[in-house]
């Protein structure tokens, strides 16, 4: 399984940014997509949550403002990140769990730096 990230950069607070993450070798539209984020020195958190039959789940700190989506045809998942405040800058990782008979298996991306200035 392989998680490709793109759409990080620097952004100043108030402004947007888009992440996507392009999965192969799964069956993506079997797959619950997140996406987590990491900040220097915190541990990692779980940002949005989409499952199979797209209903999603938000970090009390990002709803409002962030949006998760999946487009199974192309097998990729977005965050669409609205009114950026400087405490979102972190590392921002995409993981699919993968449905299997001993319980879901998880993957990982290498993920996308998010920087937002003031």
């Known amino acids: 399984v392989q998680l490709v990230e793109s759409g990080g950069g620097v952004v100043q607070a108030g402004g947007s940014l888009r992440l996507s993450c392009a999965s192969s070798?799964?069956?993506?539209?079997?797959?619950?997509m997140s996406w987590y984020r990491q900040a220097p020195g915190k541990q990692r958190e779980l940002v949005a949550e989409?499952?199979?039959?797209?209903?999603?789940n938000y970090a009390d700190s990002v709803k409002g403002r962030f949006t998760i989506s999946r487009d199974d045809v192309k097998e990729t998942l977005y965050l669409q990140m609205d009114s950026l405040k400087v405490e979102d800058t972190a590392v921002y990782f995409c993981?699919?769990?993968?449905?299997?008979?001993?319980?879901?298996?998880?993957?990982w991306g290498q993920g996308t730096q998010v920087t937002v200035s003031s």
């Open positions: 993981v699919a769990d993968e449905p299997a008979r001993g319980g879901p298996l998880t993957f």
């Open positions: 070798g799964t069956i993506f539209s079997r797959n619950t």
């Open positions: 989409i499952q199979t039959g797209g209903s999603t």
